[in-house]
């Protein structure tokens, strides 16, 4: 089962940030997050993962909370083309064992 | 980024029938392969797991016999699924994942079943 809980559904306006939030409260020590997203009909796609320090590329910002319990993915200026089902994901397992998990995920929608 | 992918991309068959996918990582090597099932609406669900030349990890209520993963080399997996039926008739992706322990997915492909 997934370790993770999202909101179904978010909107955002263009040129906007978009945050999503993501509950993993019973995330183990050694355990990264990781979020995907997957455009309607697409294989997902990778945004960004960390562990304990927040993190930023190029697509977005992760930030983790110090008790590692929630993190909130931050795309800082929405684009139609961000509208996507993001997936919030704790890698299980360890080093060469490691799987992805996928929960129910948010669909967000960036409104014109 | 490293790019994986899958063929076809779509595919019709009539039930009773065996169907194969491919999956393949094109710019590095795959040490383990991943197959994932997504039904409508819903989200990815995980079927198997596969290194390279040993035999495929199912997971709980996955039918081995029915999902066939063949994982020969470094670049490629094959998934069949053997006498479909219409309610296999779904989105099957697959995701390689090589030294960095990083996952990448492939496009994904619609099977039908008629």
């Known amino acids: 089962d997934a370790k993770t809980t999202q909101p179904p559904s978010m909107d955002c306006a263009e040129g906007r940030a978009a945050n999503l939030p993501c509950n993993h409260s019973t995330i183990s020590g050694n355990e990264y997050v990781y979020w995907y997203r997957q455009i309607h009909s697409q294989g997902p796609q990778y945004i960004i993962h960390?562990?304990?320090n927040n993190e930023t590329n190029e697509m977005a910002s992760l930030i983790i909370t110090e008790d590692r319990k929630s993190s909130t993915l931050i795309l800082p200026h929405a684009t139609l083309r961000d509208t996507a089902v993001y997936y919030c994901i704790v890698r299980v397992g360890g080093g060469a064992t490691n799987k992805l998990i996928f929960g129910t995920g948010t669909l967000l929608a960036v409104q014109p | 980024g490293a790019v994986v992918s899958q063929h076809p991309s779509w595919v019709i068959c009539k039930s009773g029938t065996s169907v194969k996918i491919e999956c393949r990582s094109l710019d590095f090597q795959a040490t383990t392969m991943f197959w994932y099932r997504q039904f409508p609406k819903q989200s990815l669900m995980l079927m198997a797991t596969?290194?390279?030349?040993?035999?495929?990890?199912?997971e709980q209520g996955v039918e081995k016999d029915k999902f066939l993963i063949n994982h020969a080399s470094l670049t490629l997996s094959t998934l069949t699924v053997t006498s479909a039926h219409p309610e296999d008739s779904s989105f099957y992706i697959c995701?390689?994942?090589?030294?960095?322990?990083?996952?990448?997915f492939g496009p994904g492909t619609r099977l039908t079943v008629t």
């Open positions: 995701s390689a994942r090589g030294t960095t322990h990083e996952q990448y």
């Open positions: 596969s290194n390279e030349g040993s035999k495929a990890t199912y």
């Open positions: 960390g562990l304990k």
